[in-house]
Nanobody, 117 residues
């Protein structure tokens, strides 16, 4: 089993920056893929960014060039650096992990990001 705990959410003004953290209960090196999703009220869960154990990244078009996903294997933590934030980025952000062998899916509890002036 994998437990994921997100942190770093909060209130920020448009154009500001925020860094989210996702701490995993096991080595993220052993996980096939980790990523961030978000959900705004009334919207479906949206892919934000993913990173594989091999370091390959993928971003939603809406955040490309503004957000960066990274990992620190020593700390078992995945980060989402969010720059040039827009009000449209307001959502609950969820950390996700998929195991490489069985493809089991795990989710964190979510952290609120609010971008408002």
């Amino acid at each position: 089993q994998v437990q994921l705990v997100e942190s770093g959410g909060g209130l920020v003004q448009p154009g500001g920056s925020l860094r989210l953290s996702c701490a995993a209960s096991r080595s993220i090196f052993a996980l096939g893929r980790m990523g961030w999703y978000r959900q705004a009220p009334g919207n479906q869960l949206e892919l934000v960014a993913t990173i594989t154990s091999g370091g390959s990244t993928n971003y939603a078009d809406s955040v490309k060039g503004r957000f960066t996903i990274s990992r620190d294997n020593a700390k078992n933590t995945v980060y989402l650096q969010m720059n040039s934030l827009k009000p449209e980025d307001t959502a609950v952000y969820y950390c996700n992990a998929v195991t490489s062998i069985l493809g089991n899916n795990y989710w964190g509890q979510g952290t609120q990001v609010t971008v408002s002036s």
